[in-house]
């Protein structure tokens, strides 16, 4: 099975992060940069893991991050099925 779909089974979503930052050489001017990982809310470890690398060991301060979360797979939304009918 697919990594991306064990991972929604077991309550991760789609996050997408927009992340704005200074430029190291410009610091009035701000660029953006898009991140997108499944992760779990309302924690959002993977998230916070990869903001953390960001301040520690890259240059250009973070701004701002705005943020989106979905489930694209809810429990009720799945169910295992024992057969498969055909429909001529």
Known sequence: MD???LRQLE???L???E?????PDQP????????QEYDLAPKFPQLKSFL???SERLEGPLHS???SHRRLISPREF?????MITVH
């Open 11 to 13: 309550g991760y979503g």
């Open 65 to 67: 991050v705005r943020l």
């Open 79 to 83: 169910r295992a099925v024992d057969g």
């Open 19 to 23: 992340i704005l930052y200074h430029l």
């Open 15 to 17: 996050t997408t992060a």
């Open 3 to 5: 990594k991306a779909f």
């Open 52 to 54: 953390d690398f960001w």
């Open 28 to 35: 009035s001017l701000l660029q953006q940069y898009v991140w």
